[in-house]
T-cell receptor
Framework: GAGVSQTPSNKVTEKGKYVELRCDPISGHTALYWYRQSLGQGPEFLIYFQGTGAADDSGLPNDRFFAVRPEGSVSTLKIQRTERGDSAVYLC????????????FGAGSRLTVL | RKEVEQDPGPFNVPEGATVAFNCTYSNSASQSFFWYRQDCRKEPKLLMSVYSSGNEDGRFTAQLNRASQYISLLIRDSKLSDSATYLCVVNTIPAGRRALTFGSGTRLQVQP
């Protein structure tokens, strides 16, 4: 596609529920990144993929967070047993390759956990 | 200590003013440096890369001081449309292993 597409744009859920956030990167971009941004903060790195594999998942806060990219294109960020502290904007970005430093971000998925 | 530190602002300046933002980074092995711009409730977008020799793009000038681990962004002749949050960004780990690290951002409000 022309840009990075993220769905849903907004998600409101209750504490303890399971949530999936989807990212469709720019066609041909092999590297895909997930960041999380809380109010007044910069984006915080979560995980990045080179192709289908997670090249670096050191930013995932705990084992409730998991991400997949089974065919090397679309990625899904999965959050189990959501907590109020998970409320944030989840940003996805892609780049031509992992060595490229220019990231193109999607508009984000705003998650609110009540 | 955060990897990338910025003054959060806000910087309130009149149209036409010159304003400068600073950023410090903690890892001397950092290799690549950028400024991203983020409008309210929008995604970050690349404003410019920062090179050791300093670089300019229209009204924007970026500089890097490796010895002091310090990056700056200068905006001349501020426009109302420059109002945004400016994020200092560093790639600390060699390219191919890790994504970019973002500062918390400096908010700029240009007033008429």
């Amino acid at each position: 596609g022309a840009g990075v597409s993220q769905t849903p744009s907004n998600k409101v859920t209750e504490k303890g529920k399971y949530v999936e956030l989807r990212c469709d990167p720019i066609s041909g971009h092999t590297a895909l990144y997930w960041y999380r941004q809380s109010l007044g903060q910069g984006p915080e790195f979560l995980i990045y993929f080179q192709g289908t594999g997670a090249a670096d998942d050191s930013g995932l806060p705990n084992d409730r967070f998991f991400a997949v990219r089974p065919e090397g294109s679309v990625s899904t960020l999965k959050i189990q047993r959501t907590e109020r502290g998970d409320s944030a904007v989840y940003l996805c970005a892609s780049s031509l390759s992992a060595g490229a430093n220019v990231l193109t971000f999607g508009a984000g998925s705003r998650l609110t956990v009540l | 200590r955060k990897e990338v530190e910025q003054d959060p602002g806000p910087f309130n300046v009149p149209e036409g003013a010159t304003v400068a933002f600073n950023c410090t980074y903690s890892n001397s092995a950092s290799q690549s440096f950028f400024w991203y711009r983020q409008d309210c409730r929008k995604e970050p977008k690349l404003l410019m890369s920062v090179y050791s020799s300093g670089n300019e793009d229209g009204r924007f000038t970026a500089q890097l001081n490796r010895a002091s681990q310090y990056i700056s962004l200068l905006i001349r002749d501020s426009k109302l449309s420059d109002s945004a949050t400016y994020l200092c960004v560093v790639n600390t780990i060699p390219a191919g292993r890790r994504a970019l690290t973002f500062g918390s951002g400096t908010r700029l409000q240009v007033q008429p």
